[in-house]
């Protein structure tokens, strides 16, 4: 059974950082891409990060670019985003999500889900 567990999510000033991890298991990790995703009340999931464990390749959303870090422990079978120089506009609970066929921004191109890790940033 796939499964992909999020976790350091929480409350931190505007220009403060966190770090978020999602620990995966049930399918072979280095064969597929995760990827991070974020959803604000009243707005569409928006896709964040995704890392390619095949390749190592990366991909960051527009808005995120710079600020936020992608990063994989193939031995731990956990991806980490690192976040830094939050704003108020990255509150939003975050969900990590994996995908055989690689990365994608489309969430809805996504397969196995977990159940998401909050951030709030005060400003």
């Known amino acids: 059974e796939v499964q992909l567990v999020e976790s350091g999510g929480g409350l931190v000033q505007a220009g403060g950082s966190l770090r978020l991890s999602c620990a995966a298991s049930?399918?072979?990790?280095?064969?597929?891409?995760i990827g991070w995703f974020r959803q604000a009340p009243g707005k569409d999931r928006e896709g964040v990060s995704c890392i390619d464990s095949r390749d190592g390749s990366t991909y960051y959303g527009d808005s995120v670019k710079g600020r936020f870090t992608i990063s994989s422990d193939n031995a731990k079978n956990t991806v980490y985003l690192q976040m830094n120089s939050l704003k108020p506009e990255d509150s939003a609970v975050y969900y990590c999500a994996t995908e055989a066929r690689g990365c994608y921004s489309d969430y809805e191109e996504m397969t196995y889900w977990g159940k998401g890790t909050l951030v709030t940033v005060s400003s």
């Open positions: 049930g399918f072979i990790f280095v064969d597929y891409a």
